[in-house]
């Protein structure tokens, strides 16, 4: 079953010639009610569809901080958005109302934080593509008349890189003062360089173009390329038609194999530095020969006060523990399918090191975030094991003959874990 087909997991959003593709595409409802507080969302929207429906008007929601992303998939998998550190996952704390769902019985039911089906909407908020097809989500809007958005580039070199990690640290730890304000900071290697350069993507809610948790961002340390001191206001609609044509046909992002894996790293300074060196110096001495190979970590601080809000309401099955971390997105696309062996190779043997180095120094977090997480790692298994139990009940309550397991076998699985 296939929402928006973003993650690169073996049959998450494919099926070899054994099985038959069911697209959610024509799933494309868009709805806003008339006190503006829900908007309904078919599941085979993604979210640019969202975001530039919502155009004209002063109402958001809790989606991906990357458009082109399904909606289905992110709010199964938790969702982190632009929104989260003020109001958790796209799919906590009531920011997703009703799930509409179709039953491995053939069943069609709506479930709530408070109908017959509060146990199958608790499970939802985290549980994957175990437990039914989801075709609506009805969510909660967010009153957000003016929002800010820049992307500042900071070039390479150590001095840089030094600022930015420090950045980066301070910002995971302080953050939460202003919960407002998210950022993406992106480490991506330049081949010509056969070094990484620095960026971020920084998000406010309101109207202020120069908020204090940014200062050093855009300025007071690290100097933008473009010497930029300001964001600028834009809405998702209008940052989604930015983005867009580069994973269309043609597009710089178009047609590439893709991969992901997560490193979840507690707020240590040392610790990132051991995934920036390690990451980079194995991309220098094991990639060199793949053409067309594109790779990065997208660091993704996530303050306690994110975790907090999505512990709120009637709490969530990943059910993390309230402390600042990282979630360190390693991502690679290359083109020719004869490097596969040779990305899965490089995968294994940084992340063994990486791992190691971490482990020394009691770094690594215990919690893998479903969809940054790549093929093979622990996700169900590092949510608290009373959840995993009560998951793995509801899952057998709700599909006691597996189908959504084992005739749809694609991602990670509940009954796996």
């Not at 053939?106 to 709530?112: D, E, K, M, P, R």
């Not at 957000?144 to 958005?149: D, G, S």
């Amino acid at each position: 079953m296939r929402g928006g087909g973003h993650m690169p997991i073996d049959d998450a959003a494919n099926i070899n010639s054994t099985g038959v593709l069911i697209s959610s595409t024509n799933l494309n409802l868009l709805k806003l009610s008339d006190d503006h507080q829900t908007l309904s969302i078919g599941a085979g929207n993604r979210w640019d569809d969202v975001y530039e429906y919502l155009d004209g008007t002063v109402w958001t929601v809790a989606g991906a901080r990357q458009s082109t992303v399904g909606v289905a998939g992110y709010l199964l998998g938790g969702g982190m958005s632009f929104y989260s550190y003020e109001y958790g996952f796209g799919s906590t704390n009531g920011n997703v109302r009703a799930f509409e769902c179709v039953l491995a019985n053939g069943g069609i039911v709506t479930a709530t934080a408070t109908n017959d089906y509060s146990d199958l909407f608790w499970a939802l908020q985290g549980g994957g593509n175990s437990l039914c097809i989801v075709t609506r989500f009805d969510m909660k809007t967010i009153y957000a008349p003016a929002t800010m958005l820049g992307s500042p580039f900071y070039g390479s070199g150590e001095e840089t890189m030094e600022k930015w990690i420090d950045g980066v640290y301070e910002y995971v730890m302080e953050g939460g003062s202003d919960p407002k304000g998210t950022m993406i900071p992106v480490a991506r290697f330049n081949p010509d360089l056969q070094a990484p350069e620095y960026s971020a993507t920084l998000f406010y809610n309101g109207n202020n173009t120069r908020p204090a948790l940014f200062n050093d961002w855009l300025g007071d340390s690290l100097v933008p390329a473009d010497n930029s001191s300001s964001l600028m206001p834009i809405t998702l609609g209008q940052y989604s038609k930015l983005v867009r044509p580069a994973f269309e046909k043609g597009g710089e992002s178009y047609g590439y194999r893709q991969s992901f894996h997560l490193v979840p790293i507690k707020a240590n300074k040392e610790a990132l530095h051991i995934v920036h060196d390690t990451y980079f110096d194995g991309v220098r001495s094991m990639l060199s020969n793949v053409t067309d190979v594109v790779t990065g970590i997208a660091w993704n601080p996530v303050t306690a006060e994110f975790l907090a809000a999505s512990n709120k309401g009637i709490g969530c099955p990943q059910g993390p523990e309230e402390l600042p971390v990282f979630w360190a997105e390693q991502t690679l696309a290359w083109m020719d399918a004869e490097d596969d062996a040779i990305i899965e190779t490089f995968i294994k043997t940084v992340n063994e090191n990486i791992t190691a180095q971490l482990e020394a120094i009691d770094a690594l977090s215990g919690f893998y975030y479903l969809n940054d997480a790549g093929t093979g790692q622990p996700v169900f298994e590092t949510y608290p094991p009373e959840n995993l139990e009560r998951l793995k009940e509801i899952r057998c309550k709700y599909d006691p003959d597996m189908v959504f397991t084992e005739l749809m076998p694609g991602g990670f699985k509940i009954a796996h874990a």
